[in-house]
């Protein structure tokens, strides 16, 4: 069965970088793109962008440039995405998900990340 | 970038009515719209993708329609399970956005 196993949750100080990790399982990792949504607390979800897996070639939500770096590792079917320069605002849930021709089939189960001194 | 306009943001209503919920683009998306489910401290599950495709394991009772800009989720006889949020996004180009959630609470 299609799993997505993301990475545990993280406490790091502002300024600072964190990597979040996104193991994929259960189907052909480069056959399909891995999505990438930010989720504050208590509120919506934010499209960050997109990777594909077999050709590492990225799409970023022009919000999120400079801030996420989208990574894929074909030999353990992992998909990263690193933050940088960590302010409070980036304090969120932060889920990898599958993407099926542009809608998101599967999701990992979170990575909450908060960001303070 | 398209603007996606959901309501009502919360809902409260008993088990075993229908309630629709509505999501309006700011143009065209030609049903590239998909609808999840989240539950509190979850991951959102996809229910519907291009306008009115149910996923896999959804129950009958979902169903998508709409064209355009104008879309609805609409769920009859609500279940105890079917209590929660609900988001539309569109993937008609990139960046993709989503609506700003319904929450579904239990009269």
């Known amino acids: 069965q299609v799993q997505l196993q993301q990475s545990g949750a993280e406490l790091v100080r502002p300024g600072t970088s964190v990597k979040v990790s996104c193991k994929a399982s259960?189907?052909?990792?480069?056959?399909?793109?891995i999505e990438w949504v930010k989720q504050r607390p208590g509120q919506g979800l934010e499209w960050i962008g997109v990777?594909?897996?077999?050709?590492?070639?990225?799409n970023y939500n022009e919000k999120f440039k400079g801030k996420a770096t989208l990574t894929a590792d074909k030999s353990s079917s992992t998909a990263y995405m690193q933050l940088s320069s960590l302010t409070s605002d980036d304090s969120a849930v932060y889920f990898c998900?599958?993407?099926?021709?542009?809608?998101?089939?599967?999701w990992g189960q979170g990575t909450s990340v908060t960001v303070s001194s | 970038d398209i603007q996606m306009t959901q309501s009502p943001a919360s809902l409260s209503v008993s088990v075993g009515e229908t309630v629709t919920i509505t999501c309006r683009a700011s143009?065209?998306?030609?049903?590239?719209l998909a609808w999840y489910q989240q539950k509190q401290g979850k991951s959102p599950q996809l229910l519907v993708y291009?306008?009115?495709n149910l996923a896999d394991g959804v129950p009958s009772r979902f169903s998508g329609s709409g064209s355009g800009t104008q879309y609805s989720l609409k769920i009859n006889s609500l279940q105890s399970e079917d209590f929660g949020s609900y988001y539309c996004?569109?993937?008609?180009?990139?960046?993709?956005?989503f609506g700003g959630g319904t929450k579904l609470e239990i009269k």
């Open positions: 998900a599958r993407d099926s021709s542009g809608y998101m089939d599967y």
């Open positions: 259960g189907y052909a990792f480069t056959n399909y793109l």
């Open positions: 990777i594909n897996p077999g050709s590492g070639g990225t």
């Open positions: 143009e065209n998306i030609y049903s590239n």
């Open positions: 291009a306008a009115t």
């Open positions: 996004q569109h993937f008609w180009g990139t960046p993709y956005t």
